[in-house]
């Protein structure tokens, strides 16, 4: 247990040291990125004003069927790229969340980037 605890430890220093230079905009806002062991969580954050603008997740009914690979990861990239589209946004800054930019968190970013975002 004293190993997982250490692993977590060091994510949650990781993400700190990330976001004391990641702020998102109303122009330019922040995408994180959230994963669990049976689901991954993707949530664009205007910071200024401190609300979620979207959010995409595989405990939706349309991505339900999803699980936490990195094919499916590509999917919900594209989904939250799709989304942002609608909402006349181009540009992000990607927040991986204290997690390596590997697997899943990259999958995420360029199903993002194929969908047209810019980050």
């Known amino acids: 247990m004293k190993r997982v605890e250490e692993k977590s430890k060091r994510r949650v220093r990781r993400k700190r040291h990330i976001r004391k230079k990641i702020t998102g905009t109303p122009t330019c806002p922040r995408m994180t990125v959230f994963r669990s062991n049976k689901n991954m969580y993707v ?21 339900k069927g999803l699980k936490n690979t990195v094919d499916d990861a590509e ?17 992000v800054v990607f927040d991986r969340n ?10 995420i970013a360029d199903g993002a980037r194929k969908s047209g975002l810019r980050f």
């Open 43 to 63: 949530q664009v954050i205007d910071d200024v004003a401190g609300n979620t603008i979207a959010s995409v997740s595989t405990m939706e009914k349309e991505f």
């Open 75 to 91: 999917k919900i990239g594209v989904a939250i790229g799709d989304r942002l589209k609608k909402l006349k946004i181009e540009t």
């Open 98 to 107: 204290g997690y390596l930019y590997h697997g899943i968190v990259k999958a």
